[in-house]
């Protein structure tokens, strides 16, 4: 196996000449009942166009809070995203998110919730359902298009969020725990779908979790990030053959990687909880 | 057929709810028989099924049902538009909603029928007084839900909008107003009920208009069947209005 951590540092000289996204030195507080928190500290971070980049940390290591400063979500922060050279102020038609959260529109049909980017881009009626019927295809979803989400299950669902973030075609794709509702049967099956469109697309992806297996099955490289204040641990090049399957979770060099994470992860996920059980005995909320 | 595969079947909640309306009329109809109620006081439901053709012809019930229709209908646009308009500038406007939200739900909980003299000064004993209680009556229900739909609109929904630079416009038409309907219908359906009720109770008191006034005359009249024969078609208003609600609830939104 190929190195398998290289040291934090080497992210923050990664040239962001040949980057697609530039995160430089973030660094995010926010004001609370109880003080001034740190999310994210001096967290900088770049993703080549193309790249599976993967960032993973325990709860509370400030993942939501990079995902929306990388969204444009949320500002008041240090340090600057940059998109092909461009400075992000806001939400940035370069950027698709899939959240977390069920995010489908549910008065809308399936096309109809994939269209969404068209129509607010002034598409006319028949070209983008056109296209929207393709990234529907792209996702699986054939013979659901007239269907409501209502009617989906939570996979399928989180299928339709990724064709919409999809069809208004961004540069970089960010995924915040998109499997999180899922359970680890469906989790495994859908992330062969995002390989299978990742690889069909080229697509740039950065995908936040705190799930190592997804983390692994789907990354060419891996950020682990450290509890509160989320800072670089420890970088991790994943390098298993792709195209991937689901079918490699059983390869003992899949093994090695989550063994290896873990034991990065397993310090920062105790600190957390420790944090986590002290706050609760000062009855502070977390 | 088995008993489960009829209970399962498609009509079969219909049929039990109207076997049910029929056995309660049946039963009322036999305790007032057997005199256990007193028909001087309630009139049996045969006697007010008798007196429908008397109260159509002769008190020309159905041209009062279009009079109270037609108020019921201009107090429910009313309420519509002002309440929905209400409820959206309370959410855009967080003062304002911190300065009247406690008082716009005070209103609804008063009984505002109270008001109506003021009212019959203001615009005299016609079908505008009628129109404007019920406008009245109905606002503030429809006010506080459009508000609680808009404030409850998923965070992740309003982000989804915000990710693709929706501006403010299409952010309200996109994605707050179709997340914020079903609890706007909710505001709209209990605002037009205390229009109704408005609308009928002010004819009644004034004397004057479609089915609350023909309520006032028979029971003045001491003719029971036939003022519960009038009730029956303020009845129908309410069925008429509830289901323009639904129809226009289901167009607006398909799916819940």
């Known amino acids: 196996m190929a190195a398998l951590i290289q040291p934090s540092e080497r992210l923050a000289v990664a040239s962001p000449a040949g980057s697609i996204l530039v995160v430089d030195n973030i660094t995010k507080r926010f004001e609370t009942p109880e003080g001034v928190v740190t999310a994210v500290e001096n967290l900088s971070l770049s993703v080549a166009s193309g790249e599976f980049l993967g960032v993973i940390g325990p709860s509370g290591c400030g993942k939501s809070t990079l995902f929306n400063i990388i969204g444009g979500l949320l500002d008041g922060y240090e340090g600057s995203v940059k998109v092909a050279g461009e400075l992000v102020r806001g939400p940035h038609p370069s950027i698709g998110m899939i959240f977390q959260e069920e995010s489908t529109f549910p008065w809308r049909t399936v096309l109809d919730n994939v269209a969404f980017p068209l129509e607010i881009a ?5 070209e983008r359902y056109d296209k929207a019927g393709h990234f529907v295809s792209l996702v699986g ?19 339709v969020s990724m064709a919409r973030t999809l069809a208004a075609q961004p540069k970089i794709m960010l995924m915040d ?46 950020l682990v ?26 390869s003992e060099a899949f093994g090695r990687y989550v063994a290896q994470i873990w034991n990065d992860l397993r ?20 | 057929m088995s008993m489960q595969a009829i209970t399962r079947a498609r009509w079969f909640p219909a049929v039990l709810g109207f076997g049910s309306f029929a056995a309660a009329i ?65 959410y855009q406007f967080r003062l304002l909603r911190a300065a009247t939200e406690t008082w716009v739900a005070a209103v609804a909980a008063a009984p505002l029928v109270l008001i109506y003299p003021l009212y019959l000064v203001i615009f005299g004993r016609n079908a505008t007084t009628i129109v404007m209680m019920g406008f009245t009556a109905g606002l503030a229900p429809v006010i506080l839900k459009t508000l609680e739909g808009l ?9 989804v909008g915000r990710s693709f630079n929706l501006t403010r416009s299409q952010q309200f038409w996109k994605i707050l107003f179709p997340a914020a309907l079903p609890t706007i219908f909710v ?34 009249r001491y003719d029971l069947a036939g003022t519960y024969a009038a009730i029956s078609f303020v009845i129908l208003v309410s069925i008429c209005v509830f289901l323009l609600t639904e129809r226009l609830e289901r167009w607006l939104r398909p799916v819940d």
């Open chain 1, 122 to 126: 002034g598409m006319g009626r028949s």
């Open chain 1, 267 to 286: 310090e920062e996920a105790s600190r957390g909880l420790r944090a986590d059980e002290a706050a609760k005995r000062q009855g502070a909320p977390t």
């Open chain 1, 225 to 250: 990030m450290t509890y509160r204040p989320g800072r670089l641990k420890r970088v991790v090049d994943i390098d298993l053959p792709r195209p991937r399957t689901s079918e490699i979770v059983s």
């Open chain 1, 177 to 222: 725990e998109p499997f999180a509702a899922l359970d680890e049967q469906t989790r495994l099956l859908l992330g062969d779908k995002v390989l299978q469109i990742q690889q069909e697309l080229k697509q740039t992806t950065l995908i936040i979790t705190h799930n190592i297996t997804e983390a692994v099955q789907l990354s060419d490289r891996i």
């Open chain 2, 187 to 220: 505001g709209m359906r209990l605002g037009l009920i205390f229009a109704l009720i408005n609308i009928v109770g002010v004819e009644f008191l004034i004397n004057f208009g479609g089915l609350g006034q023909l309520i006032n005359e028979l029971a003045e």
């Open chain 2, 151 to 159: 404030a409850g609109t998923r965070r992740v929904l309003i982000n």
């Open chain 2, 26 to 90: 049946l039963i009322i109809e036999l305790l007032i028989r057997v005199g256990l109620i007193n028909r001087f006081i309630v009139p049996m439901p045969s006697e007010i099924v008798r007196a429908f053709p008397r109260v159509i012809a002769e008190e020309h019930v159905l041209w009062r049902f279009l009079v109270t229709a037609a108020e019921a209908l201009s107090a429910s646009i009313l309420v519509t538009v002002f309440g929905i308009a209400g409820g959206v500038l309370l």
């Open chain 1, 141 to 159: 979803l054939d013979g659901f298009e007239r269907r409501y989400p209502a009617e989906l299950s939570g996979g399928m669902r989180q299928r």
